[in-house]
């Protein structure tokens, strides 16, 4: 846009059609003197604000749908003037404390002066009805704030950063944001949840950090290895970690290697030799890890040893007494599989369950509950997630944890309150959804095992591995430092059941038996269909009219879409975004980081969060939205939990999720979309989880083509971890 072209424009915004969060970009519709209509403008704008006074330079063009619109190339903001324009401003949500009506007694009492009354006597606002002492100290507190923000603001979107990261910056940095910025722009990428390497990059190239200083190469190393870990891998392999970084930040390979060696030496990372012996010795063959993570990984493989090798105390249980015992309170038959779990408890420290839907893990969980608790020991049992613990919690009759719970996270006293110093008080400890347990999690749990604890792993390990890195459970099996009994017959009842039948096929590697929604009433259905638009259209009439009608199921509480991508026509960003004018319509709502918040919304926690105690993965409902004290609830599981409007970047919708999100719930109801575009991601694994979350209902819409694809790859993606090696060492 060249200078000597550009006009000037003045006017006050009236509303806002569309703001990125990320980087500022803005459509609003502003009221310019001596124009009837309202004015279209477009571009970057600092926190925009209805009400606000924007003078603005830029050019008058012509968009071919929305007609006359003027491009902001610079852009001033200016406090409004008028009374209208000041209620307009206050009433956005703009400063905790006043909402629109709040705003209307406030501008009605001060008018013109209302601004300067906010600004300088704060204390006169005791003279408008409802406003006492405590809502005056957070009026004072949210101007200041804001008066701090809209500086940082301006000077990091000047730097490249998107105005939606400020309030966070701020809260995180208070005043010293600007100066921490200056002084090291990567430490963004570490301390503020949202803003990564790449933006905090950005930043420091605008503030002058070269491309090729150690600073940038360090950061970049623990960003690469940050993201490897969000892959999955515990470690990366040395030579393919300097080539990645190499890749990433665009700098000689010395540079790369030089910055390792300071990260090592500083203690922020770990190198671990794996040549075993000199006869097979290769140069640089080396596993490099985040320090947490060897740490986790060194720590768990000893306590898991150690805990196999103590000794048995307290009474000691006869299996072959026991199982006749057990069979005649529970009113059933054995199959030898459970025998020998049974056996194995009784004779091992450790052990693990696994086997696929309705081969009878939860039956086995009651068996060893009924036989511990006769000789009078205390049992726990835990889970990683609400919904799992749950559902142990409804199958056993005996009150299941999450991990985190059991631990007893506290984010006030600094983590988990059960530890080595402070253990759990049982004499068994059973964990369900094993397979959902990353190293980390796994680490904290061991550490609070008590010696004299039998600890019994439950769960399915062809399923996605955790979300979180490593591949406990399979490393666990794999290294054959415990016993495990693999349950494989699927019981009569669980027969009937063709969502069971059909995931044992599908993890055989046969294709599920397939009925099509014309044929007999049945719990898995396939519909098929190529086009994906036909597919959207078909998943939201399934999702709104045809499920809920036939089987009685409410569609945003009981069915769940579960996708394999994130992107493209059925991924989980267009779904979300479709399903949410399905059923949940309307205008009114909060607008942040792209997305549009409603009362009603169906939405998923995509952060652990220990001060709320939430975590990834748990899904709730908007219940309300306060503008005022600029707050969400959402309700979690039965509980009220407040989210500030700068902590919103935590929740997304999730009337559509990733079936790797879905890990360790159960729905009445999935709709899985399953195409060809989805290629890279169709694998057995993601397939067979997806269908085993459905309890009464499984419908897949798409072609039996991508079905065949996602049936025949068994290969999945090799994960980084020694946690097996260790255990066999």
Known sequence: MAN?????????????TYVS?????????????????????????????PGEILSMKGEWGRHPKYGEQFKIAFCQSAVPATVIGIEKYLGSGLVKGIGPVMAKRIVKKFKEQTLDVIEHATERLSEIEGIGPKRIAMIR?????????????IFLQSHGVGAGYAARIYKHYGDQAIAVVRENPYRLATDVFGIGFVSADRIAEKLGFARDSELRAEAGILYVLHELTDEGHVYYPYDPLIERCREILAIDREIIA?????????????????????????????????????????????????????????????????????QEKLAITLAEKQFEAIRSAADHKVMVITGGPGTGKTTIINALIRIFSGIRTKV????????????????????????????????Q??????????????????????????????HHLMKAVPPRATFVMVGDVNQLPSVGAGNVLRDVIDSGAVPVVELSEIFRQARESSIIVNAHRINEGLMPNLVSSQERLDDFYFVEQEDPQKVLEMIITLVRERIPKRFGLDPIDDIQVLTPMHRGIVGGLNLNAELQKALNPGEEGIARMGRLYRTGDKVMQVANNYDKEVYNGD??????????????????DGREVPYDFSELDELTHAYAVSIHKSQGSEYPAVVIPILTQHYILLQRNLLYTGVTRGKRLVVIVGTKKALAIAVKNNRTEKRYTLLGDRLRS
């Open 380 to 411: 726990l049992l835990a889970a990683p997630t609400g919904r799992a613990a749950k559902r142990m919690t409804e199958a056993t009759g005996q009150e299941a944890k999450t991990i985190h719970r059991l631990l007893e996270y506290s984010f």
């Open 413 to 442: 006293k600094g983590g988990f309150q059960k530890n080595e110093n402070s253990p759990l008080d049982c004499d068994l400890l059973i964990v369900d959804e094993a397979s959902m347990i990353d190293t980390l999690l796994m």
């Open 619 to 636: 899904i709730g409902r908007i219940t309300g939205i306060d503008t005022e004290g600029q707050e969400v609830l959402v309700s979690i």
């Open 258 to 326: 030089k910055a390792v060696a300071t990260i090592t030496v500083d203690g922020r990372i770990v190198i671990e030799d794996l040549n075993r012996d000199a006869g097979t010795f290769r140069e640089n063959h080396k596993a490099v890890y985040l320090a947490g993570y060897h740490l986790a990984e060194t720590q768990l493989a000893a306590r898991l040893k150690s805990l196999i090798g103590a000794p048995r105390t307290g009474r000691r249980i006869d299996a072959e007494k026991v199982i006749p015992w057990i």
């Open 21 to 49: 969060e990320e980087n500022g970009f803005t459509i609003a519709r502003v009221k310019v003197a001596g124009r009837k209509e309202l004015v279209t403008v477009v571009g970057h704008i600092v926190n925009p604000t």
């Open 4 to 16: 000597d072209n550009l006009v000037e424009l003045r006017g006050q915004i009236e509303r806002i």
């Open 141 to 153: 507190k949210a101007w200041e704030e804001q008066r701090e923000i809209r500086a940082i603001m």
